[in-house]
């Protein structure tokens, strides 16, 4: 059973998860605080696993919150608001939902909560495992901040170098911050279907839906799945139609 608080300034948002917790026997919920500044206070004294973390409150944001812990439980965001969803997944967040939270996708982030409560603590200092089948579905374990990930191939769109570390672009316009180089990366995905298209950038290339050249310097590529595009330079966007052109 995970332990888990509730840190939300909206009485009726609180009652709402409140309600959502209740329906699942492996969470208990043991407190909850009406403001960040209450939440840092509760979060230290009763260690939970696990916090449903609201956004924007007075006085302190829930990001604000978080650095203010210095070993955070596991973080769910539950806001309204969806421009968030980047930084959420920046700070290693098991999940984000937005409100009204239904009881079905509530349901899955109970599944994800448990799932991560039984990973490693910390990143394994070795590379990334070679990718393996799981269900029928070649999977990626991959090394993130507390502990490690295990990734559907077919659900990373793209990979950006970001720093050290490499941000894996999924499916549902989800993001997942590996602790590794892009280039520690490139040897344990298949290429076709993946192209590095110059030195921070990965595509996915079953996934493009559209490519589209806005001028000299800069062409966007839409991906089946996310509704966000990516911007390639000269040299991306060259390396693209080479093998575009090799594969039509």
Known sequence: MLRVVTVDDERASREAVGRLIARHPMLQLVGQATSAAAGVALIARLRP??????????????FRLLAQVPDPPMVVFVTAHAAYATH??????????LKPVQPERFARTVRRLLKHRTMPATPSPEAPERPRLEAGRATLAVPILRGTRIVPIDDIL??????????MCLAGDEACLVRRSIGGLVPLLPAPPFLRVDRSLILHT???AGVEA??????RVTLAGSATPLSLGRTGAATLRQFLRRAS
């Open 88 to 97: 959420a997944f920046d700070v290693e967040a098991v999940d984000f939902l």
């Open 214 to 219: 806005i001028n000299r310097d800069r062409t």
């Open 49 to 62: 696993d696990a916090v449903f973390l609201d956004v924007q409150m007075a006085g302190m944001d829930g």
């Open 158 to 167: 793209a990979i950006q170098a970001d720093g050290d570390d490499a941000r």
């Open 206 to 208: 079953g996934r493009i």
